[in-house]
């Protein structure tokens, strides 16, 4: 059974961090393409970070640029976000996705009905 398992969401403080994960199971990795999304209440779904299945090229959304990082461990069948200086509007429930290197790095983040396999998402809360 092909599964992605999101974990290490939680409540953060502003500015806090947190390091979300993302493990696959019933399939391997390595030969797709890894993005993290996110939907807050009443928005859209949003592609934050995107990775590639071999270059290690990367998208990232302009609202994240310098504060998180994608990052993959394809012999732990698992890909990471660390997430940094946090904000209120970092609050979502944060989502990873793969795609089978159909699509660019980019177009899987900006077009997020092109991927071939979702998470449950795990909800990310940023409040004082």
């Known amino acids: 059974q092909v599964q992605l398992v999101e974990s290490g969401g939680g409540l953060v403080q502003p500015g806090g961090s947190l390091r979300l994960s993302c493990a696959a199971s019933g399939f391997t990795l390595d030969n797709y393409h890894i993005g993290w999304f996110r939907q807050a209440p009443g928005k859209e779904r949003e592609g934050v970070s995107c990775i590639s299945s071999s270059d290690g090229s990367t998208y990232y959304a302009d609202s994240v640029k310098g504060r998180f990082t994608i990052s993959r461990d394809n012999a732990k069948n698992t890909v990471y976000l660390q997430m940094n200086s946090l904000k209120p509007e970092d609050t979502a429930i944060y989502y990873c996705?793969?795609?089978?290197?159909?699509?660019?790095?980019?177009?899987?983040?900006?077009?997020?009905?092109?991927?071939?396999?979702w998470g449950q998402g795990t909800q990310v809360t940023v409040s004082s």
């Open positions: 996705a793969a795609q089978g290197e159909t699509w660019t790095v980019q177009s899987m983040c900006v077009m997020s009905f092109v991927n071939d396999y």
